[in-house]
């Protein structure tokens, strides 16, 4: 379902993986649904773009961080900076677990883990939103890279996103704590204006959706990561990081 005129405000079993929502996300920024709730129940994660959309768990000493992310290179998955970044317990987290695709307690393409993980400096100092993105390097499980099983998406440049339908799909906390499995949820919008690096839309979402794709509906490119939402004058909204010429310029230094 799509919000255009609102302004207002995976195949292996995973029995094994703790699914906890002790997110420093919730914590960080808030994540709403704006209005009616027009999320939708993504029912087939093998398709593209879904099966490159990734369920990530993150540890800090012990306290997991729940996110999406999303497959853009053979071993990188782009997501929010605050997701694999917090300095109340450290800095960078210890081990991020990866898995695309996921859909309840399947894993059509199984599991990865990370090996290394940048961040704007810019956020490391000052945790500027602004720059609220991060790259994780996947190590290959058995010798195959996770851009291999799934297919990469595609980046597009966007130093202006306003009036663009964009989709927002990801894992949201509230669906796992109805279902206690993960599952993948979409929502669309218009992007309602541009600030700096952020795209500003009504798109519903979650927490445990930071880190997920902003999606240019129209060419299926993604052009951003969801990281959160805010009170502005003109309303509420949900934002995320997008890829203006320096977050693009940066995001491929460290592919």
Not at 42 to 48: A, D, E, F
């Amino acid at each position: 379902m799509n919000k255009f005129l609102l302004r207002t405000a995976t195949v292996v079993s995973l029995s094994f993986m703790a699914f906890t929502q002790d997110s420093y996300a919730s914590s960080h920024t808030d994540y709403k649904i704006i209005g009616e709730d027009s999320r939708v129940k993504v029912n087939n994660t093998t398709l593209n773009p879904y099966q490159s959309i990734a369920f990530i768990e993150s540890k800090f000493n012990n306290v997991y961080e729940d996110c999406s992310g999303t497959v853009i290179a053979p071993n990188k998955v782009i997501t929010a900076a605050h997701c694999v970044y917090n300095p109340q317990y450290g800095g960078l987290t210890e081990q991020s677990k990866i898995t695309p695709g996921l859909n309840g307690k399947i894993a059509p393409f199984g599991q990865f883990e990370s090996n290394d993980i940048k961040v704007p400096q810019q956020y490391k100092d000052h945790q500027e939103d602004q720059y609220d993105i991060a790259i994780i390097d996947v190590k290959p499980r058995n010798g195959v890279s996770i851009g291999n099983v799934v297919k990469p998406i595609q980046m597009e440049a966007s130093d202006n996103s306003k009036n663009k339908e964009v989709e927002i799909t990801g894992y949201p906390s509230d669906k796992f704590e109805q279902l206690r499995v993960q599952t993948q949820w979409s929502s669309s919008s218009l992007v309602d204006f541009q600030d700096g690096n952020k795209a500003y839309y009504t798109a519903d979402t979650i927490s445990g959706e930071s880190g997920a794709p902003v999606f240019n509906k129209q060419t299926k490119n993604i052009i951003g990561v969801h990281t959160g939402a805010v009170e502005t004058s003109a309303g509420l909204y949900n934002r995320g990081t997008t890829f203006t010429k320096n977050i693009l310029k940066w995001v491929q230094q460290n592919l």
